[in-house]
């Protein structure tokens, strides 16, 4: 469902600082630099479901950025991505499920945030086996529910109310709304592990916020 992020592309950027307190560029770049030190020289990356481009914009200042591609469903907002980092130029509108790249031509390939909001997990998953080459990286970041603790529900409390209210702020509460109610409604880390098991085997899983909040995968093309 890409409606969403139509809306609240101008506001995309900051609504993500406010509400992770700015963590997810530190998160985003130990993502980066963690996939570079196994893979320091990778042919060709691919930053999936981008948004306003930050991961491939990460990559193209360690790299040339001839060699890194941006693909995301939302035409507005790469459109704003372009606007923040002029020296990218591969960027492509399309979604996980029809990537555009041949079989086995990608070395590292990155998901943040973005792997709840597809239409088709298992298909998207098999594209992504699909372009990397046998050995090549997967690096993702996604949100999933808070585990039930009672030591979480501060946690909880914040991502049910806080999220929505600042999407009201900027007159886009609904949109907020949505994108609170997938990560509440999606699958825990462990089990999108066991969905990307017949591609991929695992190299780093961690938590990277209490309750399982916040997920960091980096996984390896059988």
């Known amino acids: 469902m890409s409606q969403p992020f139509f809306d609240i592309a101008p506001q995309y950027d900051l609504l993500n600082d406010l509400l992770s307190l700015g963590l997810h560029r530190v998160w985003k770049n130990r993502l980066v630099k963690s996939l570079l030190a196994c893979e320091p020289h990778p042919e060709q990356v691919v930053d999936i479901a981008t948004g306003t481009g930050d991961v491939a914009a990460l990559f193209a200042q360690k790299l040339e950025p001839n060699r890194v591609f941006a693909i995301d469903p939302c035409l507005p907002m790469m459109l704003k991505g372009q606007e923040k980092y002029p020296f990218l130029s591969h960027w492509k509108v399309g979604n996980a499920e029809q990537l555009p790249y041949p079989k086995a031509s990608i ?3 990155t998901c943040t945030f973005g792997i709840r909001n597809f ?4 298909l998207a998953f098999e594209e992504m086996g ?3 080459k046998p050995g090549g990286l997967l690096g993702i970041l996604e949100i ?3 585990a039930q603790h009672p ?7 914040c991502w049910d109310h806080l999220v929505p209210f600042l999407g009201g702020l900027f007159k886009k509460k609904t949109a907020y709304q949505y994108l609170r109610d997938t990560g509440a409604g999606f699958i825990s880390s462990e089990d999108m592990v066991k969905e ?3 591609y991929f085997k ?4 961690k938590s990277l916020l209490p ?8 996984l390896e093309r059988k």
Do not use: E, Y
């Open 144 to 146: 999933h529910p808070i």
């Open 211 to 218: 309750g399982g909040l916040v997920s960091f995968l980096i």
């Open 151 to 157: 030591r979480f529900l501060p946690l909880r409390w």
């Open 119 to 122: 239409q088709n997990r298992s």
């Open 130 to 132: 699909r372009v990397l």
């Open 107 to 109: 070395s590292i390939a």
């Open 202 to 205: 695992v190299k780093v899983h």
């Open 196 to 198: 990307l098991a017949p």
